[in-house]
């Protein structure tokens, strides 16, 4: 009866286990993987475990059958959808193969398919078959939760970073452990102890429960370990054959196409692509998109946001690239893949018209006080969002390198700061050119050197590149990002045409990340008067910030320099630590020590009684018998002779402790009280009765007892009494 009741135990354990893999997909595709991955492997054990006059059948038939049982289980359960491109072993070998790899490369959630769900099926599979079969085959009551802690080893680590909690899921790990091994306490086959178990069963829970409720509170200081930073992620791909930036002189000789409606209360700007890379010619993305569930990173966190939910259907607007507010935090409808960097969205199939998806963005909200101390961005995104390229197959620098330079400095004369740098020239292109769509298109060194020298007439795709080859003149990390501002409202919608089109550039600054500019002149602004939807007040608070910090009149740049490293010198401010976590920290740090003593203090006695002379070794094995004995029941033994040793020890262990107590009786006393020395032989025979004697008393009291027992502080304090000599 036990033993079917420890396998529903294991079976749970493994499911619960697999159940840990919501934070790689989600809690809804994985119960139905992991529930029938547990139950199948654990009934098919039972089965050949069954009645059979030969016994149980042999470990190998087991693991042969159950390959098949798993491929069959799961081609019915999980890959029936991919089975229609290809056959089942093809399905198989890509699914437990590559994964992992997949999982690892993928944003979390990851998608729930197919070929990435077949991993949880295979580890909780193996695991629930394993814990079946040790509880099955084997005496060692936790050994068959061993493969259950796999599964979580491997759910952990793929599900670093991951949303949700896995911690109720840990707190039922620790019941269920408990209860089999309570269960297993007599052995596979035996009968259940009930009155253990129903005792045992309420205090596990409490444990759990207590587990559950301190986890939050455990001061965890270092980052977990995360496997995708050895993972590398896929290179840098043209996500479309023509570029956004390329498609704007088109767009707005042509307003009136409906691109897309937005269905949302307020429209912020919808961004397209985000461009970094600028090779003499034309911009591009170096974006590294990966695939995600649906979860896009957070960025940079402001003081300020605003929540904005939109509901966007495509009409016709065409490419890959997925327009969303800055910046979206998850999409829903679209099989999407998210540059995590920028949080740029790309779908995976060029866009059709009459799709819908919803997106959730958190739109940043710069203040004045943000931006005034904010110093330039120097990691490694912005040194190389800082190059100015000599271009394609150049062997010198282009001479219009030179002249934007002298150009750029003579629109922010008298700039201190970089934020003031980066607000005067974009106030100074402002009023410097004028605004035409007619304008030819182009963004190249000679196409941004006319409109600068001769034409000073463009679109927003000239003002906004030559904002950006400008400020990378100064030292300011730039790039241009192509995207949607204003719209006509038409009902509960909003309409974003072509002529809506916009590119602006980003600066990037220190603990900020990308700042946008505006260096448009006030004509190419979206008209309010068709009922159009202005950008928000995002925009327009983060203009008044910059004309803020511009107009301030600050310390030279060394002095800005060297408050900015004293910044980043200067400790983080925190709250003090409450007292009751360093309470808790040292009463689990004597709960720890107090463990070890116990748990180490028998090998480390019984090591030291097994050396020195044959006499000194047969009177250790003796007071390693009594030890035994009192963990049978026999507390009074150190104050009887060595027979009456063994005649009341044989009564209270059984009469096959009689013959293991009676020799080493003799032994004890003649080395104690012969005029001759004891051989080693005669050493080596008492230590075997004693090592006879000690299964003995397992047998008769069970390893819980005797841990139960040595676990007491009394018996710790016993022990460490002086062992008097045996009489």
Known sequence: MSRYIALAVTAALAAVAGLSFQRVFGLGPVVPVAAVAAVVPTLLAGLLSGPREKGPWPLWISLVLTVPAWAATVSVTVLRPALSGGTLPQALREGVLSSWKAVLTTLLPAPAEPEYLVLVSVTVWLAAFASAELALRTSLRAAPAVPALGVWAVALLLGVDGPGSNMPLAAATAVLIAVLVLIRADGPGAGVAWRPLAAGIPAAAVLGALAFAAGPLVPVGAAPYDPRERVQAPPPQRRDGVSPLD????????????????????????????????????????????????????????DERHEVAQRITIRELTGVWVPAPDRPRRVDGLPVVVDPGSGALAAARPLRPGQTYRVESAVPEWTADDLADAGVATDAEAEAARRLPWGPGAKQPPVQIAEFRKFAQAATRGAVTSLQKAAMLADYLKVYAKYDVTAPPGHSYRQIDYFLGQGRRGTPEHFATAYALLARTLGLPSRVVVG???????????????????????????????????????????????????????????????????????????????????????????????????????????????????????????????????????????????????????????????????????????????????????????????????????????????????????????????????LHPRSLKDRRRAEPPPR
């Not at 409906?258 to 600028?278: H, I, K, M, N």
């Not at 939807?533 to 030279?556: C, D, F, I, N, Y």
């Open 247 to 302: 498609r704007v002189g088109g767009w707005l000789l042509s307003p009136g196409r409906v691109l897309f409606t937005v269905g949302a209360a307020s429209t912020p700007a919808e961004r397209l692509a985000v461009l970094d890379r600028f090779d003499g010619v034309t911009w591009s993305s170096t974006a590294r998109f990966v695939p995600t569930g649906s979860r896009v990173p957070a960025g940079p966190a402001p």
């Open 484 to 710: 949607f501002e204003g719209g006509l409202r038409a009902g509960g919608t909003v309409q974003i045409r072509s002529g809506d089109v916009m590119v602006w550039p980003e600066i990037k600054f220190d603990r900020l990340g990308w700042i946008r500019f505006n260096p448009l002149p006030d004509s190419a602004r979206p008209s309010k008067d068709d009922g159009g939807v202005a950008a928000g007040q995002t925009q327009q608070k983060l203009e008044q910030a910059q004309k803020s910090a511009a107009s301030r009149q600050r310390a030279p740049e060394q002095t800005e320099t060297a408050q900015r490293e004293q910044r980043k010198a200067a400790p983080a401010a925190g709250s003090p630590t409450p007292w009751w976590v360093f309470a808790a920290l040292a009463a689990a740090a004597l709960l720890i020590g107090y463990l070890c003593a116990v748990l180490t203090a028998p090998a480390l006695r019984r090591r030291r009684r097994r050396t020195g002379t044959p006499a000194a070794r047969i009177t250790g094995a003796w007071h390693q018998a009594l030890d035994h004995l009192a963990d049978a029941g026999l507390s009074a033994s150190r104050t009887l002779t060595a027979h009456e040793v063994a005649h009341f020890g044989a009564s209270t262990v059984g009469d096959a402790a009689r013959d293991h107590l009676a020799p080493l009786a003799d032994l004890v006393n003649h080395a104690r009280f012969a005029a001759s020395q004891p051989d080693p032989r005669a050493a080596d025979r008492a230590w075997d009765h004693t090592d006879a004697l000690g299964r003995l008393v397992t047998a008769k009291a069970g390893r819980l007892r005797r841990l139960r027992r040595r």
